[in-house]
């Protein structure tokens, strides 16, 4: 049944992110359950990397099954444009309530890369309405925020983006405020606003964690100084927590960690638990305000056709029911701990050219000294290595890092650990 599987597979799918030239036969996964996805000939993997980084509770998780149950047979779906319904104010009202006080609407989406669209057109329209067009935003370098074109075009530019690139929008692009960088990232912010400050419109950021370059990471402070220079000159700020939201920086949101706070939330990824696709943007009133006018035309001409699908709402509810319960942080706590004394085990090895914690997220850079002909295929040989040890590890080039469901014991990432480990020394340079 799994040859089957893979064979109609290779005949009828294009997979993401794949060169289906080379790419090597997919796993077929029949079921999940808490850590743990099986595959069709009996194997089961550790999802150290909570399946792209969505998956909060474990998978096929009872509670938000039972909850996604039931909303199933009382309301699916209902257009959102003349309609609600109570999971989507339900939501609303549960996100509002955690999230910094000055957060006031919540705009629903269908994954973090229309989440960040919507962040984006609401500060570029934001100032459209009031009379002073702005078009130019901020991004850091190196900054990853999903791949349709508006989220591309605040994205860095690299080989995934080459093909579009003379159709993106431009976009000033400063230094991540890493240790070492802070100086240089604010200097160059100061600068933007100093030659043009009235044509930028916002500055868009993945708060103390850049996932896709590879879990770079910088400290709450530098950003804090960012913000404020942005709230000084009156720009927009745009939090992307598309991936950091949700527990997995230690606290609740990345942002959680700063004094200063944005004017626009980015959700997605664990919002669901990662059951299924979501996206949620939020605002502040004054954003919100902006908009509201006699004049149609300033209305918020977006929307898609799920818009606050009851679904997805229920699963967000049931997660973010989990998600609070004092044991959820606790493992959250936990697994933080863990990865800080794994971290301060191996940092000194031959093999480790940094090691990067930030609450349920640790990051290993491999040493891979001068001989980059040998480890070239590096990434290659890790994720297999993984794989053949039942870890699920999808490494960002010579990085690799664990960011496990919440649910995961302590055996469990001790095993990764130890895992690990062997790979230091199997793969050392
Ligand atoms: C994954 C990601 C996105 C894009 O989300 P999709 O659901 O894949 O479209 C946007 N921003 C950040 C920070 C992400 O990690």
Known sequence: ??????????????????????????????RGEGAYLYAGDGRKYFDA???????????????????????????????????THPPAVDLAERLLEVLPSDQAKVFYSDDGSTAVEVAVKMAMQYWSNKGT????????KDAYHGDTFGAMSVSSRSTFTAPFSPLLFEVDFIDVPVKG?????????RRIMLEREDEIAAFIFEPLVQGTAGMVMYEPGPLDQLLKICREHGILTIADEVMTGFGRTGKLFACN??????????????????????????????????????????????????TANPLACAASLASLDILVEPETMESIARISRQHEAFAGKI???????????RGTIFALEWETGDSTSYFSGLRDKLYNFFLENGIIMRPLGNIIYIMPPYCSTEEELDFVYQTIELALEKFSA
């Not at 200063?260 to 943007?281: E, N, R």
């Open 1 to 30: 049944m799994n040859m089957n599987l893979i064979e109609r597979d290779s005949r009828y799918v294009w997979h993401p992110y794949t060169q289906m030239q080379t790419t090597p036969a997919p796993i077929g996964i029949v």
């Open 347 to 357: 940092a000194g090895h031959r093999s480790v050219r940094q090691v990067r914690c």
């Open 49 to 83: 990397v909570a399946s792209w980084w969505v998956n909060l509770h474990g998978h096929s998780h009872s509670y938000i099954a039972e909850k996604v149950s039931e909303q199933l047979r009382t309301l699916e779906h209902a257009m959102f444009a003349g309609f």
């Open 257 to 306: 960690y700063l004094e200063q706070q944005p004017d626009i939330f980015c959700f997605s990824k664990g919002i669901t638990g990662g059951t299924m696709a979501f996206g949620a943007t939020t605002c502040t009133q004054q954003v919100f305000d902006a908009f509201l006018s006699g004049d149609k035309l300033k209305t918020f001409f977006h929307g898609h056709s799920f």
């Open 181 to 189: 960088s802070e100086e240089e990232a604010l200097e160059q912010l």
């Open 133 to 140: 067009p702005r078009n130019r935003l901020i991004a850091l």
